[in-house]
Structures are given as structure tokens and as C-alpha cells.
């Protein structure tokens, strides 16, 4: 036993953290579709998210060229051709 809890009991905590941490990126991306530049902290308001969460997935986002980082700023703007792909799946 982990912790106390048997393996059948952490499972489902798991899950549900694994399905959260995937729909981040989504939340972020969503606000970003517009094009305009946003700032951490409205990001991090709109999604409901940490500043912290919202600095991670922006991190990934920026780290496969999704988005463009500002940060002294401390603003997020989504890559051009990024949009113009997600523009064109949908």
C-alpha cells in the first residue's frame, strides 16, 4: 500500500489529474485564437488557472513553436502559422 491507500483507490485521482492537465493547453489556446497579445495574468483569470499553470503550458506551447513568449512583458501571443493551421482544421 501506498501512503495507506490501496493501488484501486489512487487510480482514479490519476485520471482525473491526467484529463485536467490535458485540457490545459486547450483552455490557454482557446484565449489565444483571437491572435491578440494576452497577459499572464488575464490568461491565468479567463482559463481559471494558476499563474503558474498558465506559465507551464505556455512554456510547452512555446517550446513546439505554438506560441511567442513576452517575457518582460509577461504576455503570450499564439505563433501566426499555428493559428492559421487550427484555422484550417476547423
Keep these: 500500500m501506498l501512503y495507506g491507500k490501496a493501488p484501486q483507490a489512487i487510480k482514479p485521482n490519476i485520471q482525473t489529474l491526467s484529463r485536467r492537465l490535458l485540457s490545459l493547453p486547450d483552455q490557454v489556446v ?4 483571437d ?9 491565468s483569470k479567463t ?3 494558476s499563474e ?3 506559465e507551464k503550458v505556455l512554456d510547452f506551447l512555446k517550446k513546439y513553436g505554438f506560441a511567442r ?3 518582460k512583458a509577461k504576455a503570450a501571443q499564439i505563433d501566426p502559422e499555428f493559428l492559421k493551421l487550427l484555422k484550417e482544421l476547423d
Design 30 to 33: 482557446e484565449l489565444l485564437e
Design 69 to 71: 513568449l513576452e517575457k
Design 47 to 49: 482559463a481559471n488557472l
Design 52 to 54: 503558474k499553470e498558465v
Design 35 to 43: 491572435g491578440n497579445p494576452h497577459s499572464l495574468i488575464e490568461i
